[in-house]
């Protein structure tokens, strides 16, 4: 992890994917109706993606929804648009995973059992 041919990767990897949660995040917060700035909105998203990798949540919900509504009410948008804004995220969370219940629909079972030969017969296959 820390030769120099992989730690450069591993960063670079780490800070796109905190970029696309953010854009998510922000993509939430407007699809929710919040008008603040970019700016207004990028240190609660902060605080909420830290909240959600907390393994305090019930199915992915919890924390991330505790945290905005905080977070969102003690800055003065509201509670109720930090809470929108968090079950936004959530929901549009799980439409972007949705593709990978048909990659594991369509894919087909492997038997763990070798292939059948005259001379011998595996037990349990």
Known sequence: MLSLGTWPAVVLLSAAALAGYLALFV?????????????????????ALFAM????NIGGWGPREAVSTA???A????????LSTAVVYGVLSLIACLPG???LLLRRPISRCPAPRPE??????
């Open 27 to 47: 993509v939430a917060a407007r699809a929710a109706g919040s008008q603040a700035t970019l700016g207004e909105l990028l240190p609660l998203l902060v605080l």
């Open 53 to 56: 990798g907390l393994p305090l």
């Open 71 to 73: 977070a969102f009410g």
């Open 75 to 82: 800055v003065g948008f509201g509670a109720t648009q930090g």
């Open 101 to 103: 219940v048909g990659v």
């Open 120 to 125: 011998a017969r595996v037990a349990g296959c």
